[in-house]
């Protein structure tokens, strides 16, 4: 089966960055994903990696290293809005998506 | 419709009843997914459907069937409901297999 670790708690500050890592162990990599998912509503997509390297997305960043089975999703001037769990996923080589248990985020005044 | 839509939003079912979650897109992508979503475990695939017509079983498909007769329709039937069968159920669509996949609003399923 597929293997996606991420940490299942952070908290921090607004205004603050936090990073969230999520490493993987999969039959084959075709992408990764990251998805935010506030309570109680659907994950909605953030951001996509394929290559090796950094992904910028306003405050939004994701990292991934492909040799490393390792990706990390970084949150910059962070919001109170930005309190959710964040879902790291990756595409194994039977094109099938599989999905870490999450990391919920808590952004503290 | 614009998106993805789910129905119903909630339910209750007492065990041994059937029950057909149903999902629909309008964005007329081929491929479309089922997972179930429970604490602890992040969301786990049922039954997907690479393109209308066909159909595969995921991570966790004892107990659900599924059917794709259109590209827009994708429902989920639980032919015998369990109470392990109590989760939020999200219905997801995509472009292609290896594209990214968008959510439905979910629907969550007690079952006692």
């Known amino acids: 089966g597929q293997n996606i670790d991420q940490p299942t708690e952070m908290t921090a500050t607004e205004g603050a960055i936090v990073q969230i890592n999520c490493t993987y162990q999969?039959?084959?990599?075709?992408?990764l994903f990251w998805y935010q998912q506030h309570a109680g509503e659907a994950p909605t997509f953030l951001s996509y990696?394929?290559?090796?390297g950094l992904e910028e997305k306003g405050r939004f960043s994701s990292f991934l290293s492909r040799s490393k089975g390792y990706s990390y999703l970084l949150l910059k001037e962070l919001q109170m809005k930005d309190s959710a769990s964040y879902l790291c996923a990756v595409i194994s080589d039977d094109y099938k998506l599989s999905f870490g248990a999450g990391t919920t985020v808590t952004v503290r005044a | 419709i614009a998106g993805i839509t789910q129905a119903p939003t909630s339910q209750i079912l007492a065990a041994g009843r059937r029950m057909t979650l149903r999902c629909t897109q309008d964005m007329r992508h081929n491929a479309m997914y089922w997972y179930r979503q429970d604490l602890g475990l992040g969301l786990r695939l049922i039954h997907y459907s690479n393109t209308a017509g066909t159909t595969g079983k995921g991570e966790v498909p004892d107990g659900y069937s599924v059917s794709r007769a259109n590209t827009d329709d994708f429902p989920l039937t639980l032919a015998s409901a369990v109470p392990s069968q109590t989760s939020v159920y999200f219905c997801?669509?995509?472009?292609?297999?290896?594209?990214?996949?968008?959510f439905g609003p979910g629907t969550r399923l007690t079952v006692l």
């Open positions: 990696n394929v290559l090796d």
């Open positions: 999969t039959s084959g990599f075709n992408g």
């Open positions: 997801a669509s995509s472009g292609g297999a290896e594209d990214t996949q968008y």
